[in-house]
């Protein structure tokens, strides 16, 4: 108990300290802060929320007669640009506005707008004794009222915003303190798992990493997030913590290591999922930040936390039918890494994005039948029905999602590929088990919805179902083939690493 105290404390501090320089780095790297106002910002107030221009795409939102940009923590010891494109907009030129930019209280500069939008430079001068903190208003001098059916006291239309540095900076203060919390509480619950050493200073290198480029991200250091962060890390920490405790207790027996792996992996896949999701400059973070809509956030929380239970169903459902440990473990990093579901998060279609989730606990249960049933063929038309009938319901829920199935689906090509590999793994093993019948009747069912849905642009969802199968097998594949010859070892390595970098990069792009 002392050792695996200590080394959960010589975690946490290095997770802690990680998380802080990296920070730093990220955001030295990175700190230019753009909003497009293509959905409502943060930090902004005193606009109207956001419009669209059919005809163009453009995406604008009207101030009233005053906006404000606060900026809590800016780091004023250097100077900084605003960047601002605007535009008066009014039928007729002379009466278009002049606007006024008010840099903590102080006038900095006047500008008459035109008809058309044109880009406006403020300097925003340093101010070494008082380093930290800025409010930038943007004043029009007169507004006007678009008509009876739209009473708004109208100022002036933006379209971007951007403020950069002149020189190096740090984030804000209170970021710090958010990562280093987040990250150290993290490392500490994986190390509790019982890791070896050298896997706790991975798992605490490879969080503070994630964990800290999402931070450093946009608006996300001048708000509350980096709180929102450690706050959802320490309740993942004490879940995956006390679910390793309980699991070691009922099993009177020290956890597997792999099975230390699938929780672990799956808690921090969760915790970056979160963090992307409610990530101020996207839609349900700002929603989260905001206030309102707060019943969507905390539905794409239970989703997300849905599917890292689902994950650890998985491994173990493939452990106890084939006794492959690896294979489980591989598995819970392929269900994971999957990125469709996580995009149709991100979107908001989370009744879609469930389908695998829900598709896990069926064939937990199916697989639980079916190795009481005689023959095990059985198993692979209880399978098919279920299959179809859960995507149906998936299918046809009212979220109907034109997600172009062609071009997402080869998104998914490397793990396509390795359960090509899997599937030709266990032919040959000739694997007469439930669980391969399951899977085989499984992805069977779901294929007969996928290939209907293409006709319909619904096929992504009836995919979504057959991922689970899909990873089991790729996994499986995955296990058998890493031991053979080092031609295939090295395919193996290629196809989990293409994985691996296509589910990352999806959950980074979601960040706009």
């Known amino acids: 108990m002392t050792r695996a105290a200590g080394r959960a404390l010589a975690a946490a501090i290095l997770a802690a300290l990680l998380a802080s320089v990296l920070l730093a780095a990220f955001y030295l790297w990175h700190p230019a802060l753009t909003i497009e106002f293509d959905a409502d910002p943060p930090l902004v107030s005193g606009v109207y929320p956001v419009e669209r221009d059919v005809s163009s795409g453009l995406t604008f939102a009207w101030t009233?007669?005053?906006?404000?940009?606060?900026?809590?923590?800016?780091?004023?010891?250097?100077?900084?640009?605003?960047?601002?494109?605007?535009?008066?907009?009014?039928?007729?030129?002379?009466?278009?506005?002049?606007?006024?930019?008010?840099?903590?209280?102080?006038?900095?500069?006047?500008?008459?707008?035109?008809?058309?939008?044109?880009?406006?430079?403020?300097?925003?001068?340093?101010?070494?004794?008082?380093?930290?903190?800025?409010?930038?208003?943007?004043?029009?001098?007169?507004?006007?009222?678009?008509?009876?059916?739209?009473?708004?006291?109208?100022?002036?239309?933006?379209?971007?915003?951007?403020?950069?540095?002149?020189?190096?900076?740090?984030?804000?203060?209170?970021?710090?303190?958010?990562?280093?919390?987040?990250?150290?509480?993290?490392?500490?619950?994986?190390?509790?798992?019982?890791?070896?050493?050298?896997?706790?200073?991975?798992?605490?290198?490879?969080?503070?990493?994630?964990?800290?480029?999402?931070?450093?991200?946009?608006?996300?250091?001048?708000?509350?997030?980096?709180?929102?962060?450690?706050?959802?890390?320490?309740?993942?920490?004490?879940?995956?913590?006390?679910?390793?405790?309980?699991?070691a207790f009922l099993r009177r027996q020290p956890l597997r290591n792999t099975a230390r792996f699938a929780m672990a992996f799956s808690a921090a896949a969760l915790f970056l999922k979160l963090l992307v999701l409610l990530h101020p400059d996207s839609r349900a973070g700002s929603a989260l930040l905001a206030g309102y809509r707060f019943g969507d956030v905390r539905l794409r929380i239970g989703v997300c936390s849905l599917d890292a239970i689902a994950g650890l169903l998985l491994y173990r459902t493939i452990v106890h039918a084939w006794g492959d440990r690896l294979a489980g473990a591989l598995a819970v990093a392929l269900y994971q890494f999957a990125p469709l579901a996580f995009a149709l998060m991100v979107t908001g279609h989370v009744t879609a994005a469930s389908a695998r989730a829900l598709a896990v606990f069926a064939i937990a249960i199916l697989g639980a039948t079916a190795l009481g049933l005689a023959r095990t063929r059985a198993a692979t038309g209880l399978a098919a029905l279920t299959a179809a009938a859960l995507t149906g319901v998936v299918v046809y829920a009212g979220q109907q999602v034109d997600t172009q199935p062609g071009v997402r689906l080869a998104a998914e090509l490397p793990l396509l590929l390795l359960a090509v590999l899997g599937a030709?793994?266990?032919?040959?093993?000739?694997?007469?088990?439930?669980?391969?019948?399951?899977?085989?009747?499984?992805?069977?069912?779901?294929?007969?919805?996928?290939?209907?849905?293409?006709?319909?642009?619904v096929g992504v969802q009836s995919y979504l179902t057959a991922v689970p199968a899909i990873a089991a097998v790729a996994a499986f594949g995955a296990a058998r083939r890493w031991s053979d010859r080092p031609a295939w070892r090295t395919a193996v390595a290629v196809l989990l690493a293409g994985t691996v970098w296509i589910g990352i990069r999806g959950w980074w792009t979601a960040l706009g």
């Open 424 to 457: 030709d793994a266990l032919s040959r093993s000739d694997a007469a088990d439930p669980l391969t019948r399951l899977l085989e009747g499984w992805i069977l069912g779901c294929a007969v919805f996928l290939v209907a849905g293409i006709f319909r642009s």
């Open 64 to 247: 009233g007669q005053e906006m404000r940009l606060s900026l809590p923590g800016l780091d004023r010891r250097v100077a900084w640009n605003m960047d601002v494109r605007v535009r008066g907009a009014r039928r007729q030129p002379a009466d278009n506005p002049d606007v006024v930019f008010i840099v903590d209280g102080a006038e900095v500069l006047t500008r008459h707008t035109g008809s058309d939008f044109e880009d406006v430079r403020v300097a925003i001068p340093a101010r070494p004794e008082r380093p930290w903190g800025a409010l930038v208003a943007v004043r029009s001098s007169s507004t006007f009222v678009p008509g009876p059916a739209d009473p708004r006291p109208l100022g002036v239309m933006l379209d971007r915003l951007a403020v950069v540095p002149d020189g190096a900076v740090l984030p804000p203060r209170p970021a710090f303190a958010g990562a280093a919390i987040g990250a150290a509480a993290l490392a500490a619950a994986i190390a509790l798992l019982g890791v070896t050493a050298g896997s706790a200073i991975v798992g605490a290198a490879l969080l503070s990493t994630g964990e800290a480029a999402v931070i450093a991200r946009g608006s996300a250091p001048f708000t509350e997030f980096p709180f929102v962060a450690a706050r959802l890390a320490v309740a993942i920490a004490f879940a995956l913590a006390a679910l390793g405790w309980l699991t």
